[in-house]
C-alpha cells in the first residue's frame, strides 16, 4: 500500500471521526507522511546527482 492510498484512507476517517483527538491524531500522520515523501524524493534526486558527478568519476 502507497503512502497515497494511507493519505486517502486517513482523510476518509477525518470526516466521520466525531472525536477532536482522533482527527488530529490523523491529521498529524498525514503530516507526517507528505513529509517523509518529500524526504525520499530529495534523497533519491540526491544520490542521483552524486551517480552523475564528473567529479566523482
Request: hydrophobic share 35%.
Amino acid at each position: 500500500m502507497s503512502s497515497s492510498e494511507i493519505i486517502d484512507q486517513l482523510e476518509e476517517r477525518i470526516k466521520v471521526e466525531p472525536d477532536f483527538t482522533q482527527r488530529a491524531f490523523y491529521q498529524g500522520l498525514i503530516t507526517l507522511l507528505r513529509q517523509q515523501d518529500q524526504r525520499i524524493e530529495q534523497l533519491q534526486g540526491e544520490i542521483d546527482g552524486r551517480l552523475w558527478s564528473h567529479d566523482n568519476w
